[in-house]
């Protein structure tokens, strides 16, 4: 079992860099991928980044590849997404994921996410 509590999220202008934090707790988060999704309102909540168990591999959704970057560390327990150049279509509650499913088939499938952080809102002012 794995919690997760994210932080960092906040009222930025356009163009501007923020960078989320989600900490988890236990001591098997290096057996988890780990996934940032999002909803904006009045929008399903849709797949933003993945990371694989060992950090060596990420994904994207196309609409922020190049502006965001995933990342991890599996001593102190923690995930962050990186988020710069941000837009108003970025606006939305982030919300950390834990998956134990096989990374390649699932990454982006908010299915297979098991463990969900509470969400953290983000809101770009153009």
């Known amino acids: 079992q794995v919690q997760l509590v994210e932080s960092g999220g906040g009222l930025v202008q356009t163009e501007g860099s923020l960078r989320l934090s989600c900490a988890a707790s236990g001591r098997t988060f290096s057996t988890y991928v780990m996934g940032w999704f999002r909803q904006g309102p009045g929008k399903e909540r849709e797949f933003v980044a993945a990371?694989?168990?060992?950090?060596?591999?990420?994904f994207y959704v196309d609409s922020v590849k190049g502006r965001f970057t995933i990342s991890r560390d599996n001593v102190k327990n923690l995930v962050y997404l990186q988020m710069n150049n941000l837009k108003p279509e970025d606006t939305a509650v982030y919300y950390c994921?834990?998956?134990?499913?096989?990374?390649?088939?699932?990454?982006?499938?908010?299915?297979?996410?098991?463990?969900w952080g509470q969400g953290t809102q983000v809101t770009v002012s153009s």
């Open positions: 994921a834990a998956s134990k499913a096989p990374f390649l088939l699932y990454y982006r499938n908010k299915v297979a996410y098991d463990h």
């Open positions: 990371i694989s168990r060992n950090g060596d591999t990420t």
